[in-house]
């Protein structure tokens, strides 16, 4: 289940946040302090909205919400409704549920819609669905006369059913296209601000966002996406360069030169899962 709550941060029930907070702070001060500024509004484009519901675009408030309406009732949900094993993982309004049973994730969806409803939230009808995922789902559908396995995006990520080199089955992690192309987006018009900048200055901030970028991104099964936003980068920096004399000697030899200077090298920097969760203690 791929879910995501509809105007989750403008919908949020006051009222309930300040149950729930007063649930673990006996400090009437800082409860009266939270209550001000949650009344004190939203100053947009200089005009200041004043609304009973919302935490003021609070993730910390956001997840304190959610925690109560959400995370203890979906544990509890898995230990007393689930007939399979099922996987919950929640960011802010993003969530995403993995069952064993279609059955379960049926029931789970229905009754969620009702717990979200008693605190004053919907779930967002287009961006919503249940999905097919998995293991076993290319053979499934196949042997239906469906296609391959629908993916979901999740944190800036495209999951995608795949395979390993020994034909195993793997979860693929890919950049989401939309993400990278407004990201692309945005290098471009400030590297216009910065076309008359020093080559160096202009190496050293491009190597800033570069190794940002791939800081988050550059995970297992994604190698070819950060291949193609650093070739982007580069080609971009190119066109600067060019632009801004009439002597075109920011060749693709040229930049190159310069990409290798200062850009990093695509390479995976976080483990395998496999690896990253095996953690144990030193006792």
Not at 67 to 76: I, P
Not at 137 to 163: N, Q, S, Y
Not at 184 to 201: A, F, G, T
């Amino acid at each position: 289940m791929d879910a995501d709550i509809q105007n989750f941060f403008g919908s949020v029930s006051q009222d309930w946040l300040v149950r729930f907070l007063e649930h673990r702070i006996g400090d009437k001060r800082i409860i009266r302090l939270i209550r001000k500024w949650l009344k004190a509004g939203i100053l947009e484009d200089g005009i200041v909205t004043v609304d009973d519901r919302g935490t003021g675009f609070s993730p910390l408030l956001a997840n304190i919400y959610l925690h109560y309406v959400f995370d203890l009732w979906a544990e509890r949900w898995r230990q007393r409704g689930a007939t399979g094993d099922m996987i919950i993982v929640r960011y802010a309004d993003d969530v995403i549920v993995g069952f064993e049973h279609e059955d379960d994730v049926r029931r789970f969806l229905d009754a969620m819609r009702v717990r979200l409803e008693e605190f004053a939230l919907s779930l967002h009808p287009d961006k919503t669905r249940l999905i097919e995922f998995g293991r076993f789902a290319a053979v499934d559908r196949k042997r239906r006369g469906l296609g391959k396995p629908e993916t979901f995006a999740f944190l800036g990520f495209t999951f995608i059913c795949g395979k390993s080199r020994k034909g195993r089955f793997q979860v693929r992690w890919k950049t989401r296209g939309d993400r990278m192309r407004a990201k692309l987006k945005d290098i471009k018009v400030e590297l216009r601000r910065r076309m008359h900048w020093p080559i160096p200055k202009q190496g050293k901030w491009l190597e800033q966002l570069v190794k940002g970028h791939f800081g988050y991104f550059a995970v297992p099964t994604n190698i070819r996406a950060l291949t193609a936003f650093r070739y982007r980068v580069i080609d971009l920096w190119r066109r600067s360069l060019r632009r801004r004399s009439q002597k075109d000697d920011a060749t693709w030899e040229r930049i190159a030169e310069l990409a290798n200077d200062y850009l990093p090298k695509r390479c995976n920097l976080h483990p395998w899962p496999s690896v990253r969760f095996a953690v144990s203690h030193p006792r």
